[in-house]
């Protein structure tokens, strides 16, 4: 992840088997996760079964809140592209029971087609 990417608030791809030797603990029997994202402390997991959101807090990161999404809670999502003068991608993720979307912004080296081919493909089952 450049620093740039991570200043800005911009998530960068992380290798989904890094990601799973350090998250190993969340996933269930049989759980693969597909893509994983990192900013700056943060990180977002993509598995076949859910979207796990890693919210590392404080001044050292110690307290760290998983929050799981089950893919059948997602109403709806946005992928928004890098344009010419906004180099930044954006994801938005509408919940049941909740007006206001989960929102992720990538860097311009993150493929938004694949985030959006993986929320279509777990979304719909």
Known sequence: MGLLDGIMGNASRVDPAAAAKE???LLTQGEQ???????????????????ILVDKQGMTGRKVEYHTI?????????VETAGTFDLDAELKIWLSGSATPIQKQF????????????LTTFVSR
């Not at 996760?33 to 979207?51: E, K, M, N, P």
């Open 23 to 25: 998250f190993g603990r």
């Open 33 to 51: 996760i597909h893509a994983a994202y990192q900013l700056v402390r943060d990180s977002f997991l993509f598995t076949d079964r859910r979207l």
């Open 70 to 78: 089950p893919y059948r809670s997602i109403t709806h999502f946005s």
């Open 107 to 118: 860097g311009k080296g993150v493929d938004v087609y694949e985030v959006q081919a993986l």
